[in-house]
């Protein structure tokens, strides 16, 4: 089994940036992809990033493409998000997630794939 905590969220105003962390216990992390996922009130989860499992291939949503870049340290058992020129409609519960599948295929994972975290809330003012 794969638990998995993020952290790093927080209030920004708008053109800031923030680094969310993902960190994961049990299995090898190296063994799974892993990605972000958002959910504003009101929306459906929305996928952001994804990376494989030694962080050579990397996957963005047109929404964030240029402004989040998604990375992970296997050697310490944590993935990243770093967000940069944050807009408001960025504004978000992020959830990071993690499954033993090619990474091109992350952007599809439903609420029963592989493993989530808890969520850590992302909000920018305006």
């Known amino acids: 089994q794969v638990q998995l905590v993020e952290s790093g969220g927080g209030l920004v105003q708008a053109g800031g940036s923030l680094r969310l962390s993902c960190a994961a216990s049990?299995?090898?992390?190296?063994?799974?992809?892993m990605g972000w996922f958002r959910q504003a009130p009101g929306k459906e989860r929305e996928f952001v990033a994804a990376?494989?499992?030694?962080?050579?291939?990397?996957w963005y949503a047109d929404s964030v493409k240029g402004r989040f870049t998604i990375s992970r340290d296997n050697a310490q058992n944590t993935g990243y998000l770093q967000l940069n020129s944050l807009k408001p409609e960025d504004t978000a519960a992020y959830y990071c997630?993690?499954?033993?599948?090619?990474?091109?295929?992350?952007?599809?994972?439903?609420?029963?794939?592989?493993?989530w975290g808890q969520g850590t809330q992302v909000t920018v003012s305006s």
């Open positions: 997630a993690a499954a033993d599948r090619p990474s091109n295929t992350i952007s599809t994972m439903t609420s029963e794939d592989g493993y």
């Open positions: 049990g299995r090898t992390f190296s063994n799974y992809a």
């Open positions: 990376i494989s499992g030694l962080g050579i291939r990397t």
